[in-house]
């Protein structure tokens, strides 16, 4: 099972064993380039079970019908939406459903996490993480809350829907 405790345990512990062997420029950019992709690693696996804390709160939730009757939970409701597309009167209220509950999961993310998270995303999208503030980029919920959204689709796109047509 994974312990996001022991994940970033080891993360730490690897960083500060890089940190104490760096000497030639190019030893520090492989090592670099090592602890990028751990943080990386880290990030998707907090990420996918950000979503999968939505997911469940999610099944818990019968479904309000939209699609048929053979639908039990919000959850069947919801992959049938991001599988078959929008439904466009429908869209509102599945963003303000599923960003509610995206934001309560994202506030669950302890800070020392979240500031990982976030070189990961700066990495991501091209971005230098220490160009503005050289400890760190500012935590900012909005970009946790696009990732888990993400990882909520990928779930919800890989999922068997044979049984519900």
């Known amino acids: 099972m994974y312990d996001a405790d022991d994940e970033r345990a080891e993360l730490t ?17 492989a090592e670099f380039d090592i602890v990028r992709s751990f943080i990386h690693r880290f990030a998707y696996d907090r ?7 939505v997911r469940a ?3 818990k939730l019968p479904a309000y019908g939209l699609f048929d009757a053979v639908h039990r939970t919000v959850w069947d409701e919801f992959c049938s939406y991001v599988q078959e597309g929008p439904i466009e009167a429908l869209e509102t209220a599945w963003n303000q459903l599923i960003d509610s509950l995206i934001e309560e999961v994202v506030n669950e ?9 976030m070189f ?14 050289p400890e760190g980029p500012d935590i900012c ?16 796109l890989d999922r068997d829907m044979s049984r519900f047509k």
């Open 13 to 29: 512990a690897e960083i500060e064993r890089l940190e104490a062997r760096c000497s030639a420029s190019a030893d520090e950019e």
């Open 47 to 53: 990420f996918e079970a950000a979503a999968t804390r």
């Open 57 to 59: 709160k999610l099944r």
């Open 109 to 117: 993310i302890p800070k020392s996490d979240a500031g990982l998270l």
């Open 120 to 133: 990961s995303i700066c990495w991501g999208d091209g971005r230098e993480p220490l160009a503005d503030d």
């Open 141 to 156: 919920p909005e970009d946790l809350a696009s990732e888990v959204q993400s990882a909520l689709h990928r779930l919800a």
